[in-house]
């Protein structure tokens, strides 16, 4: 199926990077948005050079699409005035210009990172609590919760997608458990814009097909895709303790205090 008009925000970040060559080719148009300048790669590419904060810029790009991925935000811990500026703010913006120019289905892009602090052992599941391991972790919290609310309140299709650790190959321990392959982050995304149109709300962790992973796949009655790639292949390339304690957190080192503290006051 075509995908339509396609907007993405963060299109020049890491995954916006991927996702661009591959959507290019089953997008009918493709919108792209970031705050660092793009040049088209296409004939069916648009680019703007968009702030995520400025809200009327936002609804401007916007206008016309049938789909919007939500990739744009900072990407790690950062103190939280700017988490919420780029995050929460950021999102809101991008859910109100869908709902005031009649676009459906948003896609946005949450992280692992609102369950970092569930034990390495145990299988967490979406339906379940969150535990976010820091100020990144609690600006995706409110990301999908603002997801939540319009589709709840305004009738827009939502899937929020837990991002794992997107690289080309693991190359720490931890990885082991949270790699989401390109190939598989290009699979949810698509299976995310295409999912049917009766879809109101999800929350799916992006994660690969990993033998040691600490996260439910996806059901496919929800969310049609089967991850492919195994993290376990590169087991042998990575240097250090490959052993995991299940009773430590999911989050690793990005749990430790030291990680948050350097960006609250002293």
Known sequence: MSLGTVAVTGAAGTVGS???????????RLVLLDRVPLHPQAENEVVHRVDLRDAAAVESALAGADRVLHLGGVPDEAPL???LEANVLGTHHVLEAARRTGIKRVVLASSNRVTGFYPA??????????????LY???????????????????LSVICLR?????????????????????DAVGYIRAALAA?????FVTAYA?????RRFWKLPD???????????????????????????????????????????????
Do not use: M
């Not at 991927?18 to 009918?28: G, M, P």
């Not at 052992?121 to 820091?134: A, M």
């Not at 089967?226 to 009773?247: F, Y």
């Not at 690793?252 to 002293?266: D, M, S, V």
């Open 18 to 28: 991927v996702v661009r060559e591959a959507l290019r080719h089953e997008a009918a």
């Open 81 to 83: 005035p700017d988490l």
């Open 121 to 134: 052992g145990h299988l967490t599941g979406p339906q379940e609590p969150v535990r976010p391991d820091g």
């Open 137 to 155: 972790g609690v600006s995706k919290v409110a990301v999908e919760a603002l997801g939540q609310l319009y589709a709840d309140k305004f009738g």
């Open 163 to 183: 991002i794992g650790s997107f690289e080309r190959t693991p190359t720490d321990p931890r990885h082991l458990a949270t790699w989401l392959s390109p190939r």
């Open 196 to 200: 049917p149109s009766t879809t109101r």
């Open 207 to 211: 994660v690969s097909a990993n033998t």
């Open 220 to 266: 496919v009655t929800e969310l049609a895709y089967v991850p492919v790639d195994n993290a376990e292949v590169h087991a042998a390339e990575i240097p250090g303790d490959l052993s995991a304690d299940p009773s430590a957190t999911q989050a690793g080192l990005y749990a430790a205090p030291e990680f948050t503290l350097k960006h609250l006051r002293p």
